[in-house]
């Protein structure tokens, strides 16, 4: 008697071992649609508020065309914005070039220093050669260009797969929740349906602000730099706007781009007056616009957004950093409903696995029965 029930154990056991190895291996196989339904699943929870908005006076499916209509002009105009002076510079770098080596060299020549490092390691010779090699290999750059064309084929695909899920995932979104919540009892569902909704203004906040707080730092280095008389302050900006959307470091690392395009331009004033916006900028984002952000949209910890950060850069590279915070503001607030409710059944002496209760007309409760439950 007690081998067989050792034996099922074991069988149990190991049974289980490997039915967690084969869902981790196909959830590895399958990392890339599951990376792509987390990102339309984001989207479309973000894009739930103005397209309900918008419902209220027109056909859901013409406000969720309205809404990806905006949705895609942020990337075109940031291609038409940050294009055109990539390629003009690009095209500019290469027909100059040969000029740019002799400037080169005739500063090396008026220093001293320089002229023996040049002596030793002939750095001019090899500036020189790669600048006359370089509108002769312009035309080789054209396997380069079709592995970059490939990527963004790849990378339209996603997207156009991403957005179409999204639409589904919008117009079929609240029809899907009504069903989840009848299919459960009908306790479970009156803490469910709200917990849900939490989520969902949690992040439709968090993307908002956000979406707000890149485009104040995008405006204001745009505006700075043209002050300045720094080149390509409009592409900065952009930059400067994008990078602000990945929480806590974003900033940072942008301000750090734009600092060494300031070297070329007016060194040492612009650097320094840039570094000091920089500073004093972040100062006021750090403690002013981003808390008002995270504390009330989703009011996640500080080293809780670094941890999420981190974690869903791991996971998905940029696209889960971006989306770290509102998935830990989500899992925080199902684990706080979660803990509220086991605590309100422990203090009125209730066990979790009760019947739901039947449900009851306006008025007072009846007598002997639980308020906490029943409402």
């Given at each position: 008697?007690?081998?067989?029930?050792?034996?099922?154990?074991?069988?149990?056991?190991?049974?289980?071992?490997?039915?967690?190895?084969?869902?981790?291996?196909?959830?590895?196989?399958?990392?890339?649609?599951?990376?792509?339904?987390?990102?339309?699943?984001?989207?479309?929870?973000?894009?739930?508020?103005?397209?309900?908005?918008?419902?209220?006076?027109?056909?859901?499916?013409?406000?969720?065309?309205?809404?990806?209509?905006?949705?895609?002009?942020?990337?075109?105009?940031?291609?038409?914005?940050?294009?055109?002076?990539?390629?003009?510079?690009?095209?500019?770098?290469?027909?100059?070039?040969?000029?740019?080596?002799?400037?080169?060299?005739?500063?090396?020549?008026?220093?001293?220093?320089?002229?023996?490092?040049?002596?030793?390691?002939?750095?001019?010779?090899?500036?020189q050669?790669?600048?006359?090699?370089?509108?002769?290999?312009?035309?080789?750059?054209?396997?380069?260009?079709?592995?970059?064309?490939?990527?963004?084929?790849?990378?339209?695909?996603?997207?156009?797969?991403?957005?179409?899920?999204?639409?589904?995932?919008?117009?079929?979104?609240?029809?899907?929740?009504?069903?989840?919540?009848?299919?459960?009892?009908?306790e479970?569902?009156?803490?469910?349906?709200?917990?849900?909704d939490?989520?969902?203004?949690?992040?439709?906040?968090?993307?908002?602000?956000?979406?707000?707080?890149?485009?104040?730092?995008?405006?204001?280095?745009?505006?700075?730099?043209?002050?300045?008389?720094?080149?390509?302050?409009?592409?900065?900006?952009?930059?400067?706007?994008?990078?602000?959307?990945?929480?806590?470091?974003?900033?940072?690392?942008?301000?750090?781009?734009?600092?060494?395009?300031?070297?070329?331009?007016?060194?040492?004033?612009?650097?320094?007056?840039?570094?000091?916006w920089?500073?004093?900028?972040?100062?006021?984002?750090?403690?002013?616009?981003?808390?008002?952000?995270?504390?009330?949209a989703?009011?996640v910890?500080?080293?809780?957004?670094?941890?999420?950060?981190?974690?869903?850069?791991?996971?998905?590279?940029?696209?889960?950093?971006?989306?770290?915070?509102?998935?830990?503001?989500?899992?925080?607030?199902?684990?706080?409903?979660?803990?509220?409710?086991?605590?309100?059944?422990?203090?009125?002496?209730?066990?979790?696995?009760?019947?739901?209760?039947?449900?009851?007309?306006?008025g007072?409760?009846?007598?002997?029965?639980?308020?906490?439950?029943?409402?």
């Amino acid at each position: 008697m007690f081998s067989r029930s050792f034996a099922r154990n074991v069988l149990t056991a190991t049974l289980t071992v490997v039915g967690v190895f084969i869902c981790l291996y196909l959830i590895y196989l399958l990392r890339r649609p599951l990376g792509w339904l987390v990102v339309a699943t984001f989207i479309s929870v973000a894009l739930s508020g103005p397209v309900n908005v918008l419902n209220r006076h027109m056909r859901r499916g013409f406000a969720i065309t309205l809404c990806f209509f905006g949705l895609l002009l942020i990337p075109a105009g940031v291609i038409a914005v940050v294009v055109p002076p990539i390629v003009n510079e690009g095209s500019e770098l290469v027909n100059h070039a040969p000029r740019y080596a002799h400037q080169a060299e005739d500063f090396i020549n008026k220093n001293r220093r320089l002229r023996k490092l040049d002596n030793q390691y002939h750095i001019t010779q090899k500036v020189q050669r790669w600048a006359n090699d370089l509108p002769s290999k312009a035309g080789t750059a054209a396997g380069w260009l079709g592995d970059v064309g490939l990527g963004i084929v790849n990378s339209l695909f996603a997207a156009v797969t991403i957005l179409i899920m999204t639409a589904f995932l919008l117009g079929n979104g609240p029809r899907w929740r009504a069903r989840l919540l009848e299919l459960q009892p009908p306790e479970r569902a009156a803490r469910l349906g709200p917990t849900i909704d939490s989520m969902s203004s949690a992040v439709g906040a968090y993307v908002a602000g956000a979406l707000f707080q890149a485009f104040v730092a995008g405006i204001t280095t745009f505006l700075v730099l043209t002050i300045l008389g720094v080149p390509f302050a409009g592409p900065l900006g952009v930059l400067t706007g994008l990078f602000d959307l990945i929480p806590m470091v974003g900033a940072t690392i942008a301000a750090v781009l734009v600092g060494i395009v300031t070297l070329f331009a007016n060194f040492p004033i612009d650097t320094i007056i840039w570094a000091v916006w920089a500073i004093v900028y972040q100062q006021v984002e750090n403690n002013l616009i981003q808390p008002r952000i995270q504390n009330r949209a989703v009011g996640v910890h500080p080293f809780g957004v670094i941890i999420a950060v981190l974690f869903g850069a791991t996971l998905l590279g940029i696209p889960g950093a971006l989306l770290a915070v509102p998935v830990a503001a989500s899992i925080q607030i199902g684990i706080r409903d979660w803990w509220r409710w086991r605590e309100e059944t422990k203090s009125n002496g209730v066990a979790p696995a009760l019947p739901p209760p039947q449900p009851t007309t306006s008025g007072p409760p009846p007598s002997g029965g639980d308020p906490a439950i029943e409402g």
